[in-house]
């Protein structure tokens, strides 16, 4: 495999302090060498730049004891004094800005990023955080340089969790995107990398739900057009430093297994990539998966399947180290195999310029919270917003802009508030929709209604709960920063509820199947520490397993008799105790309360909608809630309190517009039929409410685009462990239904035309162009979208699929012609039939936009060509794998190591569930070519059942019974004499627990 050679150009001297931090920590400092310079005695090899990068690394290696190398693959790698090596840690999350270290500027999530459509912003952000890590590592030398992000699964399913982590559903722009991200967090020097980034997660991960041990079952054309395509482009950029596998099984394997590490990755670049796992998955290969009986077996098959840096109990690598040795010593793994991992790790080491900061570009890097970069993080949350509908209000005209003057009643859960995701850093900046709307249009002009419901607790001894007044200073949660802020323990330093007779007012917070949040008058939430006391003592919701959200539960039908108020997190129910309220291990124990209301949420939104000109109802999510890392969500609806608020506003003032603030898409048809106006943007980071108002005002005109579709209601999705786009119509490739809002959608406050469209092809490039004009009076940015659809394909193929786009910024009148250059292999797909990559020759048609569903022009281009014949199954055979439809199977694990199988769904893992005799499914191979004729059939199978051939799904060739064979992977070949010629349709039938890998004929 091919090395990056270093380059010694740079003569730039390292800083004092820079010195200092090495030799605070025993790194020996050379000074820089001259041109001229040769290896010494004191100055070896690894440390002369002259020296190509390979040999360092050889040199360096080599120099490591055996136990020495064991330990670097561990996240915390320790230091090596003697060789003046510093401790060195793989993992810095960097989604949207430096994360987990404190304060940072904190750009839009990365679904909104994703809405931006603009690649060159993009990397402008990436840019922006990988100056910032060097700046902070400066300071802190717990900050890492090997950034894990960005997170490239593609947003597939709506519902999925960590939909708020990714790009888009689309391939194609979800590899622009990250393409962009990790070019600017790489940096452009030639040899020194500002960050490492590594994409997440590898492969087709998009469920929560039982994480890590579900399989998605991800059919041969699934895996190459639609989930290897996220994570190729960028390593083929070149900004890539390596990936982390995600913590799902695939096709029955756990992706820290992943054959397709070493059969994809790994082609698509000569450079070498480092493979960390995920936090806690080695340990999940046996404690949680069971695929290895031993840890020794487990860590051994992931260092070989290539994984190079174990994230596994937390800071220290004992364990880890422990089972590497315990693999070495039982032959499992060998000396060459630990060298190949390490050698990739102080291959990004080197490239970092750990060994050379004489030379580092980066070393002295001070861009920290900069002018430049707080108007990035505006600019980008301004990018981000997507107008989904702006119609008529009463008097005709759209509802926005808003005019000067406008009286605007804010209200609504999002409001006033900013909120972050598990993947942020602490907040430098603060803007909220309504800290923006009245910096913009004056405070005077602005009024707020949050429209929770104000309740008090009362007892059943008539006592209500009070939050005591407390004189202790307070304090700023993760202001230094944690290397784990799931670690981060709660206050215990305050007093916990009392009960008093007039007791405290909450605000009662719901946030959807009956998730709430209590906060108290001064503005903290009511909380549970290790003490399991209760107390108002956080900021807002959060942490690893929140300890905010509580759960009303009624005694009975009887809603007069009182509700239990159960702690979520803890599971425990809250009582009511001499020393304080706190939460009961026993329900018996548990307090039972009445809740008073005070005040009404709709009332209180109504009055403030009846006063003002204009309404904004600011709906969405809490990002550490009702679907996040660990959850999934139930549902597209809106929360049902949320609802009855923009009822209540809109019921009082017809001009209302729904902002919605949240990580990932909703089912709102209601709203959008009702309501003049609607907007989306995804929590926007420091400067998300400075942006919004000014899209609000018009000083910027909206040109963010929806990344994934917005389905109408939750009868339009697939089950979320259904991973096959193709046969369950998923994403708007496939998806057969209306959207509520289309991929791609996204409106202005102008008006665009396209005009002569043409295309022509030549035998690698498809060449496009097209005019676009701003023909409306505002200056704004179109996004230009070109899609193509095949006329007449052999398979089925995407209704449409986007090749390229350009964001544009016009100004009124202006037009400009757009040139664009799409490779042939952008029309093809995967042809199972023959096992490749196949642009099939046909006719295309080209379709210029601006969404999916928002076409302009159309053009039609030939591709020459022959067309593939059909599956020549007498010479090939078929793996089973291979199908071009199937009912009721999923696709397991051929051995541990490589290759699949297919099973009835229902089989169970170990082919012992109680059902698993009675499961069936069947296989479909269409245009079979059997030639003049073909009289056996042999099948490679596992397991016990039976398996039916026949053609056409009527006549019916061979019945084959499968015996016992023993564990899932004892395969043994069974054959049958059939009579089959010509071609036609082969349909197989599944019964039981059998397992098959292949099919093969004899004439």
């Given at each position: 495999?091919?090395?990056?050679?270093?380059?010694?150009?740079?003569?730039?001297?390292?800083?004092?302090?820079?010195?200092?931090?090495?030799?605070?920590?025993?790194?020996?400092?050379?000074?820089?060498?001259?041109?001229?310079?040769?290896?010494?005695?004191?100055?070896?090899p690894?440390?002369d730049?002259?020296?190509?990068?390979?040999?360092?690394?050889?040199?360096?290696?080599?120099?490591?004891?055996?136990?020495?190398?064991?330990?670097?693959?561990?996240?915390?790698?320790?230091?090596?004094?003697?060789?003046?090596?510093?401790?060195?840690?793989?993992?810095?999350?960097?989604?949207?800005?430096?994360?987990?270290?404190?304060?940072?500027?904190?750009?839009?999530q990365?679904?909104?990023?994703?809405a931006?459509?603009?690649?060159?912003?993009?990397?402008?952000?990436?840019e922006?955080?990988?100056?910032?890590?060097?700046?902070?590592?400066?300071?802190?030398?717990?900050?890492?340089?090997?950034?894990?992000?960005?997170?490239?699964?593609?947003?597939r399913?709506?519902?999925?969790?960590?939909?708020?982590?990714?790009?888009?559903?689309?391939?194609?722009?979800?590899?622009?995107?990250?393409?962009?991200?990790?070019?600017?967090?790489?940096?452009?020097?030639?040899?020194?990398?500002?960050?490492?980034?590594?994409?997440?997660?590898?492969l087709?991960?998009?469920?929560?739900?039982?994480?890590?041990?579900?399989?998605?079952s991800?059919r041969?054309?699934?895996?190459?057009?639609?989930?290897?395509?996220?994570?190729?482009?960028?390593?083929?950029?070149g900004?890539v430093?390596?990936?982390?596998?995600?913590?799902?099984?695939?096709?029955?394997?756990?992706?820290?297994?992943?054959?397709?590490?070493?059969?994809?990755?790994?082609?698509?670049?000569?450079?070498?990539?480092?493979?960390?796992?995920?936090?806690?998955?080695?340990?999940n290969?046996?404690?949680?998966?069971?695929?290895?009986?031993?840890?020794?077996?487990?860590?051994?098959?992931?260092?070989?399947?290539g994984?190079?840096?174990?994230?596994?109990?937390?800071?220290d690598?004992?364990?880890?180290?422990?089972?590497?040795?315990?693999?070495?010593?039982?032959?499992l793994?060998?000396?060459?195999?630990?060298?190949?991992?390490?050698?990739?790790?102080?291959?990004?080491?080197?490239?970092?310029?750990?060994?050379?900061?004489?030379?580092?570009?980066?070393?002295?890097?001070?861009?920290?919270?900069?002018?430049?970069?707080?108007?990035?993080?505006?600019?980008?949350?301004?990018?981000?917003?997507?107008?989904l509908?702006?119609?008529?209000?009463?008097?005709?005209?759209?509802?926005?802009?808003?005019?000067?003057?406008?009286?605007?009643?804010?209200?609504?859960l999002?409001?006033?508030?900013?909120?972050?995701?598990?993947?942020?850093?602490?907040?430098?900046?603060?803007?909220?929709?309504?800290?923006g709307?009245?910096?913009?249009?004056?405070?005077?002009?602005?009024?707020?209604?949050?429209?929770?419901?104000?309740?008090?607790?009362?007892?059943?001894?008539?006592?209500?709960?009070?939050?005591?007044?407390?004189?202790?200073?307070?304090?700023?949660?993760?202001?230094?920063?944690?290397?784990?802020?799931?670690?981060?323990?709660?206050?215990?330093?305050?007093?916990?509820?009392?009960?008093?007779?007039?007791?405290?007012?909450?605000?009662?917070?719901?946030?959807?199947?009956?998730?709430?949040?209590?906060?108290?008058?001064?503005?903290?939430y009511?909380?549970?520490?290790?003490?399991?006391?209760?107390?108002?003592?956080?900021?807002?919701?959060?942490?690893?397993?929140?300890?905010?959200?509580?759960?009303?539960?009624?005694?009975?039908?009887?809603?007069d008799?009182?509700?239990?108020?159960?702690?979520?997190?803890?599971?425990?129910?809250?009582?009511?105790?001499a020393?304080g309220?706190k939460v009961?291990?026993?329900r018996?124990?548990?307090?039972?309360?009445?809740?008073?209301?005070?005040?009404?949420?709709?009332?209180?939104?109504?009055?403030?909608?009846?006063?003002?000109?204009?309404v904004?109802?600011?709906?969405?999510?809490?990002?550490?809630?009702?679907?996040?890392?660990?959850?999934?969500?139930?549902?597209?609806?809106?929360?049902?309190?949320?609802?009855?608020?923009?009822?209540?506003?809109?019921?009082?003032?017809?001009?209302t517009?729904?902002?919605?603030?949240s990580?990932?898409?909703?089912?709102?048809p209601?709203?959008?039929?009702?309501?003049?106006?609607?907007?989306?943007?995804?929590?926007?980071?420091?400067?998300?409410?400075?942006?919004?108002?000014?899209?609000?005002?018009?000083?910027?005109?909206?040109?963010?685009?929806?990344?994934?579709?917005?389905?109408?209601?939750?009868?339009?999705?697939?089950?979320?462990?259904?991973?096959?786009?193709?046969?369950?119509?998923?994403?708007?490739?496939?998806?057969?239904?209306?959207?509520?809002?289309?991929?791609?959608?996204?409106?202005?406050?102008?008006?665009?035309?396209?005009?002569r469209?043409?295309?022509?092809?030549?035998?690698?490039?498809?060449?496009?162009?097209?005019?676009?004009?701003?023909?409306?009076?505002?200056?704004?940015?179109?996004?230009?979208?070109?899609?193509?659809?095949?006329?007449?394909?052999?398979?089925?193929?995407?209704?449409?699929?986007l090749?390229?786009?350009?964001?544009?910024?016009?100004?009124?009148?202006?037009?400009?012609?757009?040139?664009?250059?799409?490779?042939?292999?952008?029309?093809g797909?995967?042809?199972?039939?023959?096992?490749?990559?196949?642009?099939?020759?046909?006719?295309?048609?080209?379709?210029?936009?601006?969404?999916?569903?928002?076409?302009?022009?159309?053009?039609?281009?030939?591709?020459?060509?022959?067309?593939p014949?059909?599956r020549?199954?007498?010479?090939?055979?078929?793996?089973?794998?291979?199908?071009?439809?199937?009912?009721?199977?999923?696709?397991?694990?051929?051995?541990?190591?490589?290759?699949?199988?297919?099973t009835?769904?229902g089989?169970?893992?170990?082919?012992?569930?109680?059902?698993?005799?009675?499961?069936?499914?069947?296989?479909?191979?269409?245009?079979?070519?059997?030639?003049?004729g073909?009289?056996?059939?042999?099948?490679?199978?596992?397991?016990?059942?039976?398996?039916?051939?026949?053609?056409?799904?009527?006549?019916?060739?061979?019945?084959?019974?499968?015996?016992?064979?023993?564990?899932?992977?004892?395969?043994?070949?069974?054959?049958?004499?059939?009579?089959?010629?010509?071609?036609?349709?082969?349909?197989?039938?599944?019964?039981?627990?059998?397992?098959?890998?292949?099919i093969?004929?004899?004439?």
């Open positions: 495999m091919g090395r990056v050679a270093l380059s010694h150009a740079l003569t730039e001297p390292v800083s004092k302090s820079s010195i200092e931090a090495l030799r605070k920590i025993g790194v020996p400092i050379y000074p820089p060498l001259p041109r001229d310079s040769h290896v010494t005695a004191e100055r070896p690894f440390r730049p002259a020296t190509p990068v390979a040999r360092r690394v050889d040199d360096l290696l080599d120099r490591l004891a055996p136990d020495e190398r064991l330990a670097m693959l561990h996240q915390f790698a320790p230091a090596v004094p003697r060789l003046g090596l510093a401790a060195f840690r793989t993992g810095q999350e960097a989604l949207h800005g430096v994360a987990w270290m404190g304060p940072a500027t904190v750009f839009p990365a679904v909104g990023l994703g931006t459509w603009n690649p060159a912003l993009v990397r402008r952000v990436g922006a955080v990988s100056r910032e890590a060097r700046a902070m590592r400066a300071k802190d030398d717990r900050v890492g340089l090997n950034i894990w992000a960005p997170t490239v699964n593609l947003l399913h709506p519902l999925w969790g960590r939909g708020e982590e990714g790009y888009s559903e689309d391939p194609a722009l979800t590899s622009a995107l990250a393409v962009a991200y990790t070019r600017g967090l790489r940096g452009d020097h030639p040899t020194y990398w500002r960050t490492a980034p590594v994409l997440k997660h590898w087709a991960h998009n469920n929560e739900t039982d994480r890590d041990t579900s399989s998605a991800v041969p054309r699934v895996l190459h057009e639609y989930d290897l395509r996220a994570f190729r482009g960028a390593v083929e950029a900004g430093a390596g990936v982390m596998p995600a913590y799902n099984l695939v096709n029955g394997r756990p992706n820290h297994l992943s054959p397709y590490l070493r059969e994809h990755l790994r082609t698509w670049t000569e450079r070498e990539l480092l493979v960390c796992s995920d936090a806690g998955a080695p340990s290969l046996v404690d949680s998966e069971k695929y290895f009986a031993t840890h020794e077996e487990a860590t051994a098959a992931a260092l070989l399947a994984v190079d840096s174990f994230t596994d109990h937390g800071t690598g004992t364990a880890i180290v422990a089972r590497l040795r315990g693999a070495r010593e039982q032959g793994i060998g000396q060459e195999d630990i060298d190949t991992a390490v050698r990739r790790q102080l291959t990004v080491r080197f490239a970092l310029g750990e060994f050379d900061p004489e030379l580092d570009p980066y070393a002295d890097e001070q861009a920290f919270d900069s002018p430049e970069h707080r108007a990035l993080a505006q600019e980008t949350a301004e990018q981000a917003v997507v107008l509908k702006n119609g008529p209000a009463e008097d005709g005209e759209p509802l926005l802009p808003l005019r000067p003057g406008t009286r605007i009643a804010v209200v609504g999002l409001g006033d508030e900013s909120k972050l995701d598990w993947y942020s850093g602490s907040l430098l900046h603060r803007s909220t929709p309504l800290n709307l009245r910096e913009r249009f004056g405070a005077d002009r602005v009024v707020f209604a949050e429209g929770v419901n104000r309740v008090r607790l009362r007892t059943a001894s008539g006592a209500r709960l009070r939050v005591p007044e407390s004189d202790v200073r307070d304090e700023t949660h993760l202001a230094e920063g944690a290397l784990d802020p799931a670690l981060v323990a709660g206050r215990t330093d305050l007093p916990p509820l009392t009960t008093d007779g007039d007791g405290s007012e909450f605000a009662l917070i719901d946030w959807g199947g009956g998730l709430l949040t209590l906060r108290a008058p001064d503005g903290r009511l909380s549970v520490a290790d003490d399991r006391r209760v107390r108002a003592s956080a900021d807002q919701p959060g942490g690893w397993v929140v300890q905010e959200t509580f759960r009303l539960e009624a005694r009975g039908t009887d809603h008799a009182g509700h239990l108020l159960l702690h979520v997190g803890t599971g425990g129910y809250v009582c009511v105790a020393d309220v009961a291990a026993d018996e124990s548990a307090e039972i309360f009445t809740v008073e209301t005070v005040e009404r949420g709709e009332d209180a939104v109504a009055r403030a909608a009846a006063e003002a000109d204009v904004l109802v600011v709906a969405g999510n809490d990002p550490h809630l009702c679907g996040r890392e660990t959850e999934d969500r139930s549902t597209l609806a809106l929360p049902a309190h949320q609802e009855r608020l923009w009822r209540a506003a809109h019921a009082a003032n017809p001009r517009a729904l902002v919605l603030v990580a990932y898409p909703y089912a709102v209601d709203a959008a039929a009702a309501l003049p106006a609607l907007l989306w943007t995804a929590h926007g980071g420091q400067a998300a409410g400075t942006a919004l108002a000014r899209i609000l005002a018009g000083d910027v005109s909206p040109a963010g685009r929806l990344p994934q579709t917005w389905y109408a209601s939750d009868a339009d999705l697939p089950d979320i462990l259904d991973y096959d786009i193709v046969g369950s119509r998923q994403t708007y490739l496939y998806f057969d239904g209306t959207a509520l809002f289309p991929f791609g959608h996204g409106l202005s406050y102008t008006s665009f035309a396209y005009e469209l043409s295309a022509s092809v030549d035998e690698e490039v498809v060449r496009v162009e097209c005019t676009v004009t701003n023909t409306g009076a505002v200056a704004s940015d179109e996004v230009v979208q070109v899609y193509a659809r095949a006329v007449d394909p052999s398979v089925p193929r995407p209704h449409r699929e090749l390229t786009h350009r964001r544009l910024p016009l100004a009124a009148g202006a037009s400009e012609t757009l040139s664009f250059e799409i490779p042939r292999s952008a029309l797909f995967w042809d199972v039939a023959h096992g490749r990559w196949t642009t099939e020759p046909g006719a295309y048609e080209i379709q210029v936009g601006a969404s999916s569903a928002d076409l302009r022009r159309s053009v039609r281009v030939e591709i020459d060509g022959v067309r014949g059909p020549p199954v007498l010479e090939n055979g078929l793996s089973a794998v291979d199908y071009d439809e199937q009912r009721g199977t999923e696709i397991v694990d051929r051995t541990k190591v490589s290759g699949d199988a297919v009835p769904a089989a169970g893992a170990e082919g012992e569930s109680a059902s698993a005799a009675d499961a069936e499914g069947e296989l479909v191979f269409q245009r079979c070519d059997f030639g003049d073909a009289t056996e059939v042999a099948v490679e199978v596992a397991g016990a059942g039976r398996v039916e051939l026949s053609l056409d799904g009527r006549t019916v060739l061979a019945g084959i019974d499968v015996p016992e064979t023993g564990g899932r992977y004892d395969y043994t070949t069974l054959g049958a004499g059939i009579l089959a010629r010509g071609v036609g349709d082969l349909h197989i039938r599944l019964r039981g627990r059998v397992r098959l890998a292949r093969d004929f004899a004439g």
